[in-house]
């Protein structure tokens, strides 16, 4: 069984910074893709960063140059760093990651999701 657990959401102030993480555990034998995806109220669930196991990175145009995603393949863990917040970014994230366990199963795993507000 595998587990992913978000941490550093909260409340900050437009303009501000915040830092996600995401950690995996469970029996993880290997990480493939890892990302992160955001549901705003009301709205639908869109992706919001990926990177993948060779750190390759992609990102939604409406984060792009403001938000960073990166990883730790010895800690299974994923990040994403948030500059210069809108209000607009006010969403629950949640994590993603794409990885094999020690019984060569493949699954997408979710986090189950943590809540960052923007607001002054």
């Known amino acids: 069984q595998v587990q992913l657990v978000e941490s550093g959401g909260g409340l900050v102030q437009p303009g501000g910074s915040l830092r996600l993480s995401c950690a995996a555990s469970g029996s993880i034998l290997t990480v493939y893709d890892m990302g992160w995806a955001r549901q705003p109220p009301g709205k639908q669930r869109e992706l919001v960063a990926t990177?993948?196991?060779?750190?390759?990175?992609t990102y939604a145009d409406s984060v792009r140059g403001r938000f960073t995603i990166s990883r730790d393949n010895v800690k299974n863990a994923v990040y994403l760093q948030m500059n210069s917040l809108k209000p607009e970014d006010t969403a629950v994230y949640y994590c993603?990651?794409?990885?094999?366990?020690?019984?060569?199963?493949?699954?997408?795993?979710w986090g189950q999701g943590i809540e960052v507000t923007v607001s002054s």
């Open positions: 990177i993948t196991n060779y750190s390759k990175t």
């Open positions: 993603n990651e794409e990885l094999m366990t020690t019984d060569y199963s493949r699954i997408d795993s």
